[in-house]
């Protein structure tokens, strides 16, 4: 007789595509999935809450890993609701819409605790916290969108591919970014969307919505947010936080109590570490990769009258190979660096600096770890942490962590 597949992986053995098993979700791992267990070998199951019982399928094995998706929920978690967007688990935007708010904070703990301790191989503090998004939908200010001109489709790509998912509406999307996706869907639907234009970057400010590439020409006008009593100006093609409400805090813990004579804000973007850093250091510098970014780090600091800082425009780890050396003494480094983390010869470079203090701001706890071991063979200990929820919704957490030379101590 034919056995199923369910009967197959009851049966034992190693796992394989399209085995069907059931498995419990022990806790939430770096990446967002679930970790569960079958037959002695580790199951990587999508959109899981914590506590899920669940019937679910490998989609593939990968280096004896299992990676899985939900067929049926047989107990769920306590922590788990429904996911309230339409497109959730085929949309790769969002991955933790299954998980109530509390559950998705806690998770984020776990993450970074467990980025410390297996990949940074620092213990960590008994106590990350973490704060809070005020607002736990519509908070994103910035949106980019697939456009697929075959099909007539605009939205982000599905989950693991770049087929464009058609959104009409993004529960995370800010009012007014969401009004102009709304704008762009009737454009496309009249044949106004140049086929050539794939990919549309959104940003919003005090100037309302900002559009690169530009429809009209008030979609390039410049935008401007206030952080924390200082004005920055951006524009559609620059990096600017996503999450406005808790920039002014974010901001704060960057810098801590820092003070001194000479300050670095590595990865700078437009400016926003770098003006507050200008009012307590004597002299600054930063150093930022796209130059209209840069150009606009310069604005903010002439309008904010700060002469005392200067801006680089360059790749961090050639600016500091090359120029780090006249520099003299460095009291506090501050770096900010995308995604992937910090190169090895930035990390190498700021340790040549010997500052008493570093602060590495992060928006992936995984890279941050591995920087932060490179940091602590450098000579440097992890003094703080602290996370912020920038991105609801999503696996995704900003961390700041403050690091000290050996010798020092917090004051
Ligand atoms: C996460 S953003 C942080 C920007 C800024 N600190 C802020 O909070 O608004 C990282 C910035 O690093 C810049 N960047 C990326 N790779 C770089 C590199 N290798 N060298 C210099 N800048 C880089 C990007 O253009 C972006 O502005």
Same mark, same amino acid.
């Given at each position: 007789?034919?056995?199923?597949?369910?009967? @197959?992986?009851?049966?034992?053995?190693?796992?394989?595509?399209?085995?069907?098993?059931?498995?419990?979700?022990?806790?939430? *791992?770096? !990446?967002?999935?679930?970790?569960?267990?079958?037959?002695?070998?580790?199951?990587?199951?999508?959109?899981?809450?914590?506590?899920?019982?669940?019937?679910?399928?490998?989609?593939?094995?990968?280096?004896?890993?299992?990676?899985?998706?939900?067929?049926?929920?047989?107990?769920?978690?306590?922590?788990?609701?429904?996911?309230?967007?339409?497109?959730? !688990?085929?949309?790769?935007?969002?991955?933790?819409?299954?998980?109530?708010?509390?559950?998705?904070?806690?998770?984020?703990?776990?993450?970074?605790?467990?980025?410390?301790?297996?990949?940074?191989?620092?213990?960590?503090?008994?106590?990350?916290?973490?704060?809070?998004?005020?607002?736990?939908?519509?908070?994103?200010?910035?949106?980019?969108?697939?456009?697929?001109?075959?099909?007539?489709?605009?939205?982000?790509?599905?989950?693991?591919?770049?087929?464009?998912?058609? /959104?009409?509406?993004?529960?995370?999307?800010?009012?007014?970014?969401?009004?102009?996706?709304?704008?762009?869907?009737?454009?496309?639907?009249?044949?106004?969307?140049?086929?050539?234009?794939?990919?549309?970057?959104?940003?919003? !400010?005090?100037?309302?919505?900002?559009?690169?590439?530009?429809?009209?020409?008030?979609?390039?006008? @410049?935008?401007?947010?206030?952080?924390?009593?200082?004005?920055?100006?951006?524009?559609?093609?620059?990096?600017?936080?996503?999450?406005?409400? *808790?920039?002014?805090?974010?901001?704060?813990?960057?810098?801590?109590?820092?003070?001194? @004579?000479?300050?670095?804000?590595?990865?700078?973007?437009?400016?926003?570490?770098?003006?507050?850093?200008?009012?307590?250091?004597?002299?600054?510098?930063?150093?930022?990769?796209?130059?209209?970014?840069?150009?606009?780090?310069?604005?903010?600091?002439?309008?904010?009258?700060?002469?005392?800082?200067?801006?680089?425009?360059?790749? /961090?780890?050639?600016?500091?190979?090359?120029?780090?050396?006249?520099?003299?003494?460095?009291?506090?480094?501050?770096?900010?660096?995308?995604?992937?983390?910090?190169?090895?010869?930035?990390?190498?470079?700021?340790?040549?600096?010997?500052?008493?203090?570093?602060?590495?701001?992060?928006?992936?706890?995984?890279?941050?770890?591995?920087?932060?071991?490179?940091?602590?063979?450098?000579?440097?200990?992890?003094?703080?942490?602290?996370?912020?929820?920038?991105?609801?919704?999503?696996?995704?957490? @900003?961390?700041?962590?403050?690091?000290?030379?050996?010798?020092?101590?917090? /004051?």
């Amino acid at each position: 007789m034919r056995q199923t597949r369910r009967e @197959e992986a009851e049966r034992g053995g190693r796992l394989r595509a399209g085995a069907e098993l059931d498995v419990s979700v022990e806790r939430i *791992l770096p !990446g967002g999935v679930g970790l569960a267990h079958a037959r002695g070998q580790t199951v990587f199951v999508a959109l899981a809450a914590p506590g899920d019982r669940a019937l679910v399928r490998v989609e593939s094995v990968r280096g004896g890993l299992a990676f899985a998706s939900i067929r049926e929920i047989i107990q769920p978690s306590p922590a788990r609701v429904e996911p309230p967007c339409p497109y959730f !688990g085929r949309c790769g935007g969002c991955d933790f819409q299954q998980l109530d708010y509390k559950a998705q904070l806690a998770a984020k703990v776990e993450i970074i605790r467990d980025c410390l301790r297996r990949v940074a191989r620092v213990e960590p503090p008994r106590e990350i916290p973490i704060t809070p998004s005020p607002e736990v939908w519509h908070y994103r200010s910035r949106a980019r969108w697939q456009h697929d001109p075959r099909r007539k489709f605009l939205g982000y790509y599905e989950r693991g591919s770049h087929r464009v998912v058609d /959104v009409a509406e993004c529960p995370v999307a800010a009012p007014a970014v969401e009004d102009s996706l709304q704008r762009l869907r009737a454009l496309m639907r009249e044949g106004r969307l140049s086929d050539d234009a794939l990919e549309f970057e959104a940003v919003e !400010g005090d100037e309302g919505v900002s559009l690169a590439p530009a429809i009209e020409p008030e979609d390039s006008r @410049e935008q401007s947010r206030e952080v924390g009593g200082e004005r920055y100006r951006f524009g559609a093609g620059c990096f600017f936080q996503i999450n406005h409400a *808790l920039l002014e805090s974010l901001v704060a813990e960057g810098l801590g109590d820092a003070a001194g @004579e000479t300050a670095l804000d590595l990865y700078s973007g437009v400016g926003l570490f770098t003006l507050p850093l200008a009012r307590r250091f004597a002299r600054v510098v930063a150093v930022e990769g796209n130059p209209a970014s840069a150009e606009y780090a310069r604005r903010n600091l002439a309008d904010a009258a700060l002469p005392n800082a200067r801006v680089e425009t360059s790749a /961090v780890a050639d600016w500091l190979a090359g120029h780090a050396e006249g520099l003299g003494h460095t009291d506090f480094v501050l770096l900010d660096p995308p995604r992937a983390g910090a190169e090895p010869e930035t990390v190498r470079g700021i340790v040549a600096l010997s500052p008493r203090r570093i602060s590495y701001v992060s928006c992936d706890p995984a890279t941050l770890a591995r920087d932060l071991r490179a940091f602590a063979e450098g000579g440097y200990r992890v003094a703080s942490v602290r996370a912020f929820d920038l991105f609801p919704q999503t696996h995704h957490v @900003e961390t700041v962590v403050h690091l000290l030379g050996e010798s020092q101590t917090l /004051v």
